[in-house]
């Protein structure tokens, strides 16, 4: 009983207590807006100034940016016109040229078409060349005109033959496909062109490591074969070389193959003494030789021009002994000349002392005639007494 006046003073108390804080919250808020209102007051008065000039700085640009329009729109047009001029004048200028252009179009247009229909030409006939390549003896004819042209481009005309005959010791007589013809100790060189191209396109068409097997398989069989044909055939010696013949193979591809995969084939090649040769070592093969051909060449010229200054040598001593033989008888002949002088002077020294004893004769003549005279005249003289 004791307990709810005591809680119903509490509430009051409590009532009383918020009702004062409230009164001192709304005074507080009261005071705040009021000082709120007086800073909202003296910045709304700045701002009225501020707008006040923001107005005329806006009323100043205004001005500035019709006079601004003005002026872009005055150059807008002269700009515009300038580009309608340059428009006509590049219009003008360009109009041959895209003319010229569009004749070019249709130019590349039709050489387009040429190069298409050459390209069809092309694989036309490059199937009919891998068709000429089929057989053994097609084949064969590629290996020997390919061989021709780098021998022709290489060497000199002397210093080959193609398709030459030559005996073998069994009585036979052997056709190689080129002979070379170098210098002794050279000698002879026999040159075979076939390769073993079923074999390389076999294996380049194998799917499977087991078909390139026996693609490569039959590769080595066939050169194998092929090697010891050529030496038994073209290693004859004193016929050919001791130095051996050469076996061309006109492709790079199958060569490296053979360099990459077959070691032991070209290991069989060099104890037969035939040598494996593609169109690039086999220019450098060449290349070789016609610098032998070439030496020794030089050196036959040197060995004649030797020979023809021996024999101006020979030339020489026999005009330098007639030499001798002239300055001899020159000598024979001087002193002939002076001996002359010498008779010559002794018989006009002679001249004159006869000269002198005609004169001394003359003067006792006179003499002679002037005492007879005398005489005469003496004795007249006494005959007429």
């Known amino acids: 009983m004791s307990s709810a006046p005591s809680t119903s003073s509490s509430i009051a108390y409590a009532a009383v207590a918020s009702s004062v804080v409230s009164s001192g919250l709304l005074l507080a808020g009261g005071l705040a807006l009021r000082s709120r209102g007086y800073r909202l007051t003296q910045a709304g008065s700045a701002r009225a100034s501020q707008t006040a000039e923001v107005l005329s700085e806006l009323r100043s640009s205004r001005a500035q940016l019709d006079a601004l329009n003005k002026a872009v729109s005055t150059s807008a047009g002269q700009v515009q016109t300038s580009l309608g001029a340059q428009e006509r004048n590049l219009s003008a200028a360009l109009l041959p040229h895209l003319t010229d252009l569009s004749s070019s179009l249709a130019s590349i247009k039709g050489a387009t078409g040429d190069v298409l229909s050459s390209n069809k030409d092309l694989s036309s006939s490059m199937s009919e060349f891998q068709t000429l390549l089929s057989g053994p003896k097609t084949r064969g004819v590629f290996g020997e005109q390919a061989l021709e042209a780098l021998v022709s481009d290489c060497l000199p005309p002397t210093a080959y033959e193609f398709q030459a005959s030559l005996p073998h010791p069994d009585g036979k007589t052997v056709r190689p496909d080129c002979l070379l013809t170098l210098p002794s100790p050279i000698d002879r060189i026999c040159v075979d062109a076939k390769f073993p191209l079923d074999a390389y396109r076999d294996l380049l068409a194998a799917g499977d490591p087991k078909a390139q097997a026996e693609a490569r398989k039959r590769m080595k069989t066939h050169m194998t074969k092929h090697i010891i044909d050529v030496s038994s055939k073209y290693n004859i010696p004193p016929v050919t070389s001791a130095a051996g013949s050469l076996l061309f193979l006109p492709s790079e591809a199958v060569f490296s193959e053979l360099v990459a995969r077959h070691p032991d084939v070209l290991a069989l090649a060099h104890s037969r003494r035939v040598w494996v040769c593609s169109p690039t070592t086999l220019m450098a093969v060449l290349t070789t030789m016609r610098g032998v051909v070439r030496d020794h060449s030089l050196q036959k010229r ?33 002193e002939s000349l002076r001996l002359l002088e010498v008779s010559a002077e002794k018989v006009r020294r002679r001249g004159l002392v006869m000269r002198n004893l005609a004169d001394g004769l003359e003067e006792e003549q006179k003499e002679l005639e002037e005492v007879a005279a005398g005489v005469l005249e003496e004795g007249g003289q006494e005959k007429a007494a």
Do not use: T
Not at 308 to 334: I, P
């Open 302 to 334: 040197a060995q004649e021009v030797f020979g023809q200054l021996e024999l101006v040598m020979k030339d020489v001593d026999n005009l330098l002994k007639k030499r001798d033989m002239v300055d001899k008888n020159f000598e024979k002949a001087k």
